[in-house]
């Protein structure tokens, strides 16, 4: 079949044996496929034949010049030489480790020779040393133009790549193309064939807004579309519904001390509708740091309980998952229900017993940890499962978790990373979303005031006063130990600081330490044994230190809105006023100026993660790619908003065809194939 030639390994093309393959696998190009999707990232300019009077040092050139001598030496090591000139002047061709027959073939005497490469200066000569291309003039077209740049590795130098690609772009079959020529037309998009040639040869592949570029970007969202609408599709299978009459939540909601928030009904309301219907639930709770996702969650688990049916609350580390734990026990401590906690440090005899009560059906609620999630974990009814804080999940994680119940297993995730609506299509478009947009009523807005670097000296009184009242203090910075090359703020040099002024009653935690240490140090903060804890980035998401009203961040400006925003959201968890202060050195750029003020001025996360995107740029959102959501290869959230609108559209009017072979080439084309054909739910 000829879309077969595409989906071919590497090494079946010509001149590419075992250790070419080697190197190309380091590139991640296993397939011919992948040669296609490697677009080049500039070119280099050979169109130019220059004089040797004309030459420019250190730059890339292209002459015309003859053969006058050539030397080989007689000791090893020393390099060949082969001396060339024109009309205006001489040049040294150098060549090192190179076998004299091979030289004596490409280089004869007075004959022409174009030659293009990288021009030296040496004992008043010009040279070049090993040049990029050598050919005579009857073969000159090849060399003399713009040559497109890719990305390479050790081992593979451009000529060889070149070789390799044109072989690829200059055999690809002619594809029947997915989209018809009405639809191409009519949203200016170019034929599929037309645009990878054009992305190889032109310099299409810079401009991400050119036709080919964003025919490219059609095609990696639409697939992406495909895919998560398949999975939509297969896990929202028919179910049992759950009955209930909300008697053991409307219980709990009336022992609350505080009502829940408009926005907490509405998304209750939007799960219990879930829970009752005759279709899977696969939903995702969205909510700003502190804006009660939790409790909504508990009062679906007490529903589901009273239908008959188990739970799972799953969170990603010990302490937050203890947290939820200590959490439940308060609000079903009326109620009837059994809950139990299971983490990789439980005991075998308690694991034991644990996992003979699930399978009996004797513990209605388990929290805990992934552990939850073992092969030997069998639940006797199991019902809903919750997990917190797992953004980190792609689209086969999410399948693979919805089979773990069965048939009538709903599924809810929840996460505190407000999402970009462009973004939230493209990760989120297999799952129903629910926003929580409102703070608990009690809750006080931070105040968030900014501070240059060198005026730290004011703050200590206010440090000091608030360490006296027995209140808690984040103080975040950017990096592990002091880098020369990086005037960033050192978290281990700043605990030194602190600890001193305010001795045996500051932490550290930072990436590098053990998880047991780690969550040690958490631990005591937590039972307030200290009252700063000094901190990079890896504050743990979703851990409620209600104690804790003031965060201090250092380089303020080197962060994004998003992250900043979720650092301040580590305080204001209690009924105190809380303050979040963000030092920054001079000379700020306008940007870092913009967020700062954004930040000062709004605590809406969904806004604020929209202001990022837009100053940001999706490239650089290293909020979002640290919360596990990766990058596209081509389609950008921000240059591409009308794209990503344009896909969604098209996969929903075309979701039907899916299995037709055109759609099956471009699943396979962007790896989503595989995610599409797992094992049914």
């Known amino acids: 079949m000829k879309k077969d030639f595409i989906f071919n390994e590497v090494n079946k093309l010509k001149g590419v044996g075992p250790q070419l393959t080697k190197y190309l696998k380091k590139k991640k190009i296993e397939k011919v496929k992948d040669i296609i999707l490697n677009l080049p990232y500039s070119e280099t300019d050979r169109s130019k034949i220059s004089k040797l009077d004309k030459l420019e040092i250190g730059k890339i050139q292209t002459i015309k010049v003859i053969v006058k001598k050539i030397n080989f030496p007689r000791i090893r090591n020393l390099p060949a030489k082969i001396f060339c000139e024109d009309e205006t002047g001489k040049i040294e061709i150098v060549y090192f480790n190179s076998r004299e027959g091979y030289l004596r073939k490409l280089f004869k005497l007075n004959e022409y020779v174009v030659i293009s490469g990288k021009i030296n200066y040496f004992n008043k000569k010009y040279q070049m040393t090993n040049p990029d291309y050598v050919t005579t003039l009857e073969n000159q077209e090849y060399v003399v133009k713009n040559i497109p740049k890719y990305n390479l590795t050790q081992g593979i130098n451009e000529k060889k790549y070149r070789l390799i690609s044109e072989q690829v772009i200059d055999n690809i079959p002619d594809i029947t193309d997915w989209l018809d020529l009405h639809f191409k037309n009519k949203n200016n998009l170019l034929n599929w064939n037309e645009s990878i040639k054009k992305l190889h040869k032109t310099n299409d592949g810079k401009n991400k807004q050119s036709k080919s570029f964003r025919r490219i970007v059609f095609d990696e969202l639409c697939a992406n579309f495909f895919t998560l609408s398949d999975n939509r599709k297969r896990i929202k299978k028919n179910k049992l519904p759950k009955k209930f009459l909300k008697k053991k939540s409307n219980l709990i909601v009336k022992d609350l001390p505080f009502f829940l928030t408009k926005s907490q009904e509405i998304v209750l309301k939007e799960i219990n509708e879930d829970l009752s219907s005759n279709k899977r639930m696969f939903r995702i709770v969205q909510g700003d740091v502190g804006s009660g996702k939790t409790i909504v969650s508990l009062l679906a688990i007490s529903n589901v309980i009273e239908s008959g049916y188990q739970c799972a609350l799953m969170a990603p580390t010990e302490i937050l998952a203890k947290q939820h734990f200590e959490l439940s026990k308060k609000i079903y401590k009326d109620s009837n229900i059994k809950i139990d906690f299971l983490s990789g440090k439980t005991e075998t005899k308690n694991r034991k017993e644990i996992l003979k009560n699930l399978e009996t059906g004797k513990i209605n609620l388990l929290i805990g940890t992934h552990a939850l999630f073992q092969k030997k974990i069998i639940f006797k009814k199991l019902g809903l499962v919750v997990i917190d804080e797992q953004h980190k999940f792609g689209v086969k994680q999410r399948s693979e978790l919805a089979k773990k119940g069965g048939n009538n297993c709903d599924v809810l995730l929840m996460s505190a990373t407000p999402i970009p609506r462009t973004m939230m299509m493209s990760l989120y478009g297999d799952m129903d979303v629910s926003k929580i947009t409102e703070k608990p009523a009690k809750r006080k807005k931070i105040i968030t005031l900014s501070k240059p670097e060198k005026k730290i000296n004011e703050i200590w009184p206010f440090i000091k006063k608030q360490v006296d009242k027995q209140n808690q203090i984040f103080w975040v910075c950017p990096l592990i130990e002091e880098s020369k090359f990086l005037d960033y ?131 650089d959102l290293i909020g979002y790619q640290q919360s596990g959501i990766k990058n596209f290869r081509f389609a950008d959230p921000v240059v591409h908003e009308d794209l990503f609108k344009l896909a969604e559209k098209y996969v929903h009017d075309n979701h039907e065809y899916i299995n037709d072979d055109k759609y099956t080439f471009l699943l396979k084309l962007f790896d989503r194939a595989e995610i599409i054909n797992i094992e049914e739910i």
């Open 489 to 619: 703020s050192s978290a281990k040099k700043k605990y030194d600081i602190i600890n001193k002024r305010f001795p045996n009653k500051v932490g550290l935690i930072h990436g590098a330490l053990e998880k047991k240490e780690k969550e040690n140090i958490l631990k005591r903060f937590l039972k307030k044994d200290l009252s700063i804890l000094v901190s990079t980035t890896v504050i743990e998401v979703g851990i409620d230190f209600p104690n804790a009203n003031l965060i201090i961040i250092e380089n303020a400006n080197k962060f994004g809105l998003a992250q900043l925003h979720q650092l301040r959201g580590r305080v204001g968890r209690g009924e105190k006023q809380s303050n979040c202060i963000l030092l920054f050195k001079d000379g700020l750029s306008k940007n870092a100026i913009k967020r700062i003020k954004i930040l000062k001025k709004s605590d809406d996360g969904f806004f604020i993660a929209e202001e990022d995107l837009k100053l940001r740029g999706f490239g």
